[in-house]
């Protein structure tokens, strides 16, 4: 039984997965830089200035975002083509169990973020911040247009390459609970580059996001469904647009 959680495969799948985990996170932020800058021509053409995404209206704004994860798509989907991938995780409806799990899974990653938020600013970090949050306070709106494209897009292009193929990965070269560190910090790690230009501190944000990356990789495991930690990181988005949309406009203290 021990096995399951760790274990140490030979030195060829071991290779294998490292080499291919960073290199799929790598061809899926090319492929959607790549896709998102297509798309952006297209926008360009149409009369929009995509050279300044702040001043975007909402729609072509969340669009470009979705465009973005579609890159990422198509770097699961040829992969899952030509190296079997498909056996590195499963995905099917959620049970009355899974759904159960999903308001667990939501209520930690609450408990779990504000516990390290409010620990952080304790002891005087101050975090940075995401750009689409930066970008969506000066027009709120958008944060009601990306809810759709973050469980359609964000949510299951992230979780199908985090938690799908690399911790499938990792799981099959280190065991269960390497995998799930392991992903985490190959997941914290990409949004640095969202983070950017904040004038908060980055690592500590960075560390949030790869904890959370653990209780998503560990409701994964616990569920064998990949479809419970997509559920739960759109609706652990979805909850956060629905507040800064809330906060920018005043309704929150309302």
Do not use: C
Request: charged share 10%.
């Amino acid at each position: 039984m021990a096995s399951e959680y760790y274990r140490v495969a030979d030195m060829e799948t071991r290779v294998e997965s490292l080499l291919h985990s960073v290199l799929l996170v790598v061809a899926a932020f090319v492929a959607g830089t790549l896709v998102y800058l297509s798309a952006g021509s297209v926008l360009q053409s149409a009369g929009y200035d995509v050279t300044e995404t702040a001043t975007l209206p909402p729609l072509p704004y969340a669009t470009l975002t979705a465009m973005q994860f579609v890159g990422f798509f198509v770097v699961i989907g040829l992969y899952l083509r030509f190296r079997d991938g498909d056996e590195l995780f499963s995905v099917d409806v959620p049970s009355l169990r899974d759904a159960g799990l999903v308001v667990v899974g939501f209520v930690a990653l609450f408990v779990v973020a504000a516990a390290l938020s409010t620990f952080l600013e304790t002891i005087g970090v101050d975090t940075a911040t995401n750009q689409v949050i930066t970008q969506g306070q000066q027009d709120p709106v958008r944060f009601l247009y990306l809810i759709p494209v973050t469980f359609l897009f964000v949510a299951p292009a992230e979780e199908l390459l985090f938690r799908g193929l690399v911790q499938g990965l990792f799981r099959r070269a280190y065991g269960v609970v390497p995998a799930i560190l392991l992903a985490s910090v190959l997941f914290g790690a990409p949004h640095y580059l969202a983070l950017m230009g904040s004038d908060g501190s980055i690592v500590p944000k960075l560390a949030l996001i790869a904890v959370l990356g653990v209780i998503l990789g560990t409701l994964y495991e616990l569920t064998d469904n990949l479809a419970v930690p997509i559920l739960v990181h759109g609706f652990w988005n979805s909850f956060s647009f629905v507040s800064q949309y809330l906060n920018a406009t005043g309704l929150l203290g309302a």
